[in-house]
Every structure is written in C-alpha cells, then in structure tokens.
C-alpha cells in the first residue's frame, strides 16, 4: 500500500512540474511535450531609461497571463524585479545559467500574473546591448522557449 502511495506521489509531482519555478537554467521546459511553435501572445518591451538601466516589461495589461518564466540575461549586470511584488513573486536562479536569471514562485504559479517588469543595469564598461533569453509558460503543455528579447 506505501508503494502505491509513493508511486502516486510522484506521478503528480512529474505531472504538475515545477510551481516553484525552474530547478535550473534550460533552453527550455522540460514538460514532456514540445515548446509552441506559434508566434507567443506576450507582448514584451525593452527599452533604456535615463541613468542607463534596462527596464524589459513582459506581458500587457489586459492581456493572456502567464504561470511561470524563465528569464535569463545574456550578459553580465545586474538584473532584479523592477517593484516589491516582483520580488515577491519571482526568485533568482542560478544553477547552469551563464548569466543573471530569475523564474517564477509559487505564489505567481498558483495565480498566474499578465505583467512583469525587470531592470537590469549592464556590467560597468559594457558597450554591448543588453539581450535576453525568455521562455514563458501558460500553462503546462503550453509554452514558448528561446524568445530572444533585444531593444
């Protein structure tokens, strides 16, 4: 009976993945089913404000909401949720990422949210634009991976 118990456990752990965000950085989810090959309905916007920060704005008012991201910078800096509740909400990973990366919490997963808003300021001496990797995840058979966002 323990056995069925655990077999069941883990079934619904695999099932469900991560609600508490990406265990590591990967060039996608690894959700047993392929990535949207449709263009993602997220808008994202990236633009530089005065003083030399990055703000990257993911999702729209009003529009879809998402369960869960992961985004990575493609260059060193610093890059942090851009408000309270984005702190609250996402957490900083690190495992196999080559840069700054941040994915979704729980609490975000479990209500799923339709902005986010992070900045990120370049590694002092950078010339380079800032360029970011994304993937977005709706829900868990649906997601977009490798979304490169530059201004």
Request: a positive charge; aromatic letters at 10%.
């Amino acid at each position: 009976m323990l056995k069925i118990a655990l077999a069941t456990l883990l079934c619904a752990y695999s099932v469900y993945g991560y609600s508490r965000g990406a265990p590591a950085c990967v060039d996608a989810p690894r959700h047993k089913v392929q990535p949207q090959s449709s263009r993602n309905p997220y808008a994202v916007s990236l633009v530089q404000e005065a003083g030399g920060d990055w703000r990257l704005t993911i999702g729209s008012q009003g529009g879809p909401s998402y369960k869960g991201l992961l985004l990575q910078a493609n260059q060193s800096g610093n890059l942090r949720p851009a408000n309270s509740a984005g702190r609250r909400n996402f957490k900083s990973l690190r495992r196999g990422c080559g840069g700054p990366a941040w994915t979704h919490s729980s609490r975000w997963s479990s209500s799923g949210g339709q902005v986010s808003e992070w900045l990120f300021t370049p590694a002092e001496g950078s010339t380079l634009q800032p360029s970011f990797t994304l993937s977005i995840v709706q829900r868990f058979s649906t997601f977009w991976s490798g979304i490169v966002v530059t201004p």
